[in-house]
């Protein structure tokens, strides 16, 4: 009978557990969706200050709006953490034209972040399409020495995570003109990463790695109907020629800072959960989608949490990393000084693959965490929130990883997020209010769970 | 041993057939999204014919469009089925006016679908704000006659799917100027049935019942940010009146026609199964979303199936229904001569919720149908598909509805629908590419396996 009594009292326990995680969830979804902030502050990231590329007077005026607003929330800590950041500045405006014997064509084109400009007068040269950089070793120095080369290959549109299509095409960006350097190219101009036929060049990170400077040759992204068209013209006379300008500038790092607010824990204040989006974002868009979401996102989580009136046994950070775009001197930051103060982080959660619809989350965790992860499925299921699947979790809170973390990334819906990734048209228009605020409430209802039950620690091997 | 064998083969042809849907599905999404044909219909039927009202000269572009489209793709059998539709024209634009004393402030109106016109020089007319038509019985004709009633109730913002939303609020204009002119009214105003708030009044259909001609009165929908100002100064004034002006008028009934196209079946031709979307829309917009959508990925179903190579066993009818908006007349024929011809419809599956991102479908069908569905739902996986739930199907497909069909509606993610429902902005550019072709390749897949595996009959009782 006290056997019975006690699995009674059990079963009755956890009944009552899982229908205050029940009214939890509700209540956090109802205040984003009625009474939500995220929309107002994106609003003002967006349309008030705009593009927030590392360096940058708009970069710095989201750390001054962020922590202000941070502060308005009455977090129980706010501070900016200092950290140094690349400065790349776009110039004016690139210009690019096929030319075809006697006919000069314009093409939408935009400078690769962290690409040298092209000379005085632009570069013009023979130009030579690729499908990857593996065909760059075939052709050899002969066939790439003073020519652009023009790398474009698609993303693949069968694939259902566009995610994964960017990751199969990326390599062209970042290493591109790097590898094509070794050849003898000229120059580089790279389809852009977008699944959809439009005008909009796609900018994005580049990197020379060890490249002596006098070496680096500028690397440029083209939109994909001009991609389109090159190829075609490319393929009816191999003799088409290319020029394009632009004047974009490397300077020295300069000063910047992470944003951090915190609502220290009521019972292990020293388990640290942090929850995070990035500042910085291209200068092409007013980074809405990449990342203002993710920041605004993180930052109602703090406030959907207090005025729900739940009051977190561990504490809970917001982060706004700086520099995830071109650096990750941020992220990298963060997790230097947490390691210096020793501080213990148990859970990061990143948002950064755009305020669209939420799906569910990735979890880079051990099976112990993911099993607890599985058992709250039922809670998310009135929310449409399905999909929690082992994965990547996000590029700021990367450097935490330790065997005890637990990371997790928002997965939206991904089927728009690259027709808007790092061009002109992420804007504020193109994100939808519920949407995003439906995202907040999905990553405030995660954080709520993790901050209850806590995270499932690793069994000690037994020496 | 040959029990063994027996179990042995079995699981080995399960496995077999298994990976055979697998591989289907996986056709079927490749195709939809590298090669599909939904998208540039789509494209000719919004931008080249544009909104399709019951009776117009667009309706009647876009039956003889998809015709000739359908015939195009060499199914067995094309052909238009006749029926009478309603004839509603909204006349030039409408104009209204808040009146606050001397100030005269315009705000964005529309006639709702099947009202009639105001007398000439407008209606203008005191104006009362009710949450909702149960109201009406307590203010009582003394307190409404004569004035324009304003039904003001919003969509709530914490469903998560704003078709309960939705669902929860049309009552207002569906029957709100029957139900008024009850106790006198004037008139009536209904918010807009959009859970944003923008400039842009949503149309719908109303119906005045059995009230005699004299009797109607002009009903017209506000934009959401109109209601929201007119009710602000309502409560600073109740003198407060209202102007409109609307030149609507109902015509006589006019043929039109649904347009079928049929892949005849190879073993069981006399078991049909359905697949459409209604071709006529509000006039307001394009009909891209509603339910253009619907028609060019249900097209895609049949187009699919024909490019995968798979021959289906049964008959497989594509069905675009006329007049779903404003009358249902189109479902209601294809119902009729279905059971004047004594033929067998087994499954029928609407899309008619919005181009969007799939998540699964609604299914109103017996246990032992909902639970084959249950048993696909592994296959589905990849492609992040995962609401299967007993529910509403489509209003085309509803008369249609026997104790032995299952009838299935496609549930796309619901967070944008009614941003752009009978409105302007109901247009091309508010369609994702990739969106829309992931709707055919999820409504192929789900017609390839009911194909495959036919539905469970229900058990004869036994007398």
Known sequence: MKKLSLLLFLATAIGFAQNADEKQLREVYTQSLTNGKSYEWLDHLSNKIGGRLSGSENAEKAVQYTKAELEALGLDKVWLQPVMVPKWVRGKAEEAFIINGEKKIEVPICALGGSVATKDGGLTADIIEVQGIKELEALGTEKIKGKIVFFNRPMQAELISTFKAYGGCVDQRYAGAFEAAKFGAAGVLVRSMSLRLDDLPHTGSMSYKDLAVKDRIPAAAISTNGAELLSMLLKKNPKTRFNFSQHCQQFDDVQ??????????????????????????????????????????????????????????????????????????????????????????????????????????????????????????????????????????????????DDQIVLAGLRPDSQRYFDHHHAANDTFDAVNKRELELGAATMTSLVYLFDKYGTVKPKKIKG
């Open 256 to 401: 910047s800072y992470n944003v951090v607010g915190e609502i220290t824990g009521s019972e292990f204040p020293k388990e640290i959960m942090i929850v995070g989006g990035h500042l910085d974002s291209w200068d092409l868009g007013d980074g809405s989608h990449d990342d203002g979401a993710g920041v605004v996102q993180s930052m109602e989580v703090l406030r959907l949490l207090k005025e729900s009136g739940y009051r977190p046994k561990r504490t809970i950070r917001v982060v706004l990393f700086m520099n995830e775009e071109n650096g990750l001197r941020g992220g990298n930051k963060y997790a230097e000084v947490a390691k210096e103060k020793g501080e213990k982080h148990i859970f990061a959660l990143e948002s950064d693959a755009g305020g669209f619809t939420p799906r569910g989350f990735s979890f880079d965790c051990s099976d112990e965490n993911f099993a607890m992860v599985e058992s709250w499925r039922k809670l998310f299921k009135p929310y449409l929130i399905h999909y929690f699947e082992k994965g990547g979790s996000g590029a700021d809170i990367g450097p935490l990883k």
